[in-house]
């Protein structure tokens, strides 16, 4: 298994320039969610998802939409980008119900806008 | 709003040293979660405690939840410069699905 994987690794964009990060697992998992790590800050959750066609806001939403056509897939998109939303990107994927909801991430987008 | 907080922000320590790191919600929690990043890494699960009082040992790892489920620990004994990375916890807050990670301390240990 690939477990969770996200592409690009490295990005640069523009303000205004509008992009997809990419996020797939292979594991089954119902819950996939986004966060944005910035430091001092912690990972704080911008959306999240916890089955095919349900998609939800987290802490930090704006400028950023989801969705989850497959249970396997759950990209990111940026729309306008700004300076603000330069961070590292985590995609995570966790078995959901009732079990231990360990939190399994991907390697990371790092992004930065000009 | 609602929150898990987390101190200290960074810890120096000599090797050797013990280190502790106490997480706090505003909430009782249905569990709580610590995970471990090293520099340039993604976190990585480390455990789950779910009961009250519960204590949970990892070779020189130590978790504690609280009585009230609004607090925990993580107790580092003698570390060592693989200890060295970012501490988080992360508990589920207001009936969410997805847990709300604290800010996360960094451990910095000096050979």
């Known amino acids: 298994n690939a477990g969770v994987t996200q592409t690009p690794k490295f990005q640069v964009l523009k303000t205004g320039q509008s992009m997809t990060l990419q996020c797939a697992q292979d594991?089954?998992?119902?819950?996939m969610s986004w966060y944005r790590q910035d430091p001092g800050m912690g990972l704080r959750l911008i959306h999240y998802?916890?089955?095919?066609?349900?998609?939800d806001q987290g802490e930090v939403p704006n400028g950023y939409n989801v969705s989850r056509s497959t249970t396997e897939d759950f990209p990111l998109r940026l729309l306008s980008a700004a300076p603000s939303q330069t961070s590292v990107y985590f995609c995570?994927?966790?078995?959901?119900?009732?079990?231990?909801?360990?939190?399994?991430f991907g390697p990371g987008t790092r992004l930065t806008v000009l | 709003g609602q929150q898990v907080m987390q101190i200290p922000q960074y810890q120096h320590v000599q090797e050797g040293e013990d280190f502790t790191t106490y997480c706090n919600s505003s909430t009782t929690l249905s569990n709580i979660q610590w995970y471990k990043q090293r520099p340039g890494g993604h976190p990585v699960f480390l455990i789950q405690l779910v009961k009250s009082g519960e204590v949970k040992k990892q070779k020189r790892l130590t978790f504690q939840f609280g009585e009230a489920k609004k607090n925990s620990s993580l107790h580092i004994t003698a570390t060592q410069t693989t200890d060295v990375g970012t501490y988080f916890c992360a508990g589920p807050l207001g009936g969410s699905y997805i847990p709300t990670f604290g800010r996360g301390t960094s451990l910095i240990v000096h050979p």
């Open positions: 594991m089954n998992h119902e819950y």
């Open positions: 998802s916890v089955g095919a066609g349900i998609t």
């Open positions: 995570a994927s966790s078995f959901g119900g009732n079990h231990i909801n360990e939190q399994f």
